[in-house]
């Protein structure tokens, strides 16, 4: 099993001698390695059985040291930095060579996000290179936002868990570049369209097709529990499974059944709140996949600001189906 703690320095030591430490982001929980050195980064790939089409997304506390390895960051994305780093924000940037093309699938750009945690910054701070740091969890599966459950899943492959309490915003992070001069999302989350839009204006939104070359990793069922995940309106789907005699789970926005027993149903947030429902997402995922149902129900939330990155998530696990 990994240690879990609080260590700093024995992370580093781990780090640079070119091993992998899981670490604790406000996003989701990140399985880190040396960005610039292969060996690691293969070793990345190798434990969350990731397919190398898949690119990783680089770790950094600066705009300085992000300078280091990018050719130019564009003066919207430029500004986009100024405003939202540290924070749920990944620009997708020219790389320098100095970047191993593993880490980008042999694209010519590099994805780039300055992390809002304290620890993980004061990591960052010490390290002379930065972090590649996918979600801590299989390939294809939820993503973690605790240190436990980064044990459950990597425990035996990872020596250490730098363990910074939940994530507190639960979806990774918004990914954006420029494309033809638009500044384009790739992937809707943590950081709301609408807030970027403030900064830069109108944007062009490309996170929905599965087929999007440019973010490969966006397959279709990447958020897909073990049990089936099942879409649509609670009200009718509920006592429908009730008469059959299928073990099911309800995870709902904010709706409780009342005779459904509790380990069975999970609220994402009891109060309707976007912020809280994002948050508890993923976490409320397993604890129904861990709780031995055959089907999880599962409701859309309000289209709208983080919902629909949530929705984006939760259209996700159900496509795991198809
Ligand atoms: P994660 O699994 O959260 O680390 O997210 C990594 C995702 O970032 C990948 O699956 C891609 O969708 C996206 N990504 C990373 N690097 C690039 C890149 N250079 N160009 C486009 N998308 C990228
Ligand atoms: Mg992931």
Known sequence: MAQIGTDIEKAKALLESGELVAIPTETVYGLAGNALNPDAVAKIFSVKNRPSFDPL??????????????????????????????????????????????????????????????????????????????????????????????????GDKIPYILDGGPSQVGLESTIVGLENGEVTVYRLGGLEVAAIETIVGPVKIMAHSSSNPKSPGMLKSHYAPKASFVLGDL????????????????????????????????????????????????????????????????????????????????????????
């Open 57 to 154: 997304i680089i770790h950094t506390d600066s705009l300085e040291k992000v300078r280091k390895f990018t050719l130019d960051i564009p003066a919207p994305l430029d500004r986009l930095a100024a405003h939202f780093w540290p924070g749920p924000l990944t620009l997708l940037l020219p790389k320098k060579t100095i970047v191993p093309d593993l880490v980008t699938s042999g694209l010519d750009t590099v994805a780039v996000r300055i992390p809002q945690h304290t620890l993980t910054l004061r990591l960052l701070e010490a390290l002379d290179f930065p972090l590649a740091a996918p979600s801590a969890n299989p390939f294809g599966y939820i993503s973690p936002t605790t240190a436990a459950h980064v044990q459950d899943q990597l």
């Open 235 to 322: 009200k009718t789907l509920v006592p429908m499974y009730q008469k059959s005699e299928m073990p099911f789970g309800i995870l709902s926005f904010s709706r409780k059944f009342k005779d459904m027993p509790e380990q069975f149903q999970k609220q994402l947030s009891k109060k309707g709140d976007l912020a809280e429902a994002a948050k508890n997402l993923f976490a409320h995922m397993r604890a129904l996949d861990s709780v031995d149902v055959s089907v999880i129900l599962a409701e859309l939330l309000p289209d709208d600001g983080l919902g629909k990155a949530i929705n984006d998530r939760l259209k996700r696990a159900a496509a795991g189906e198809d």
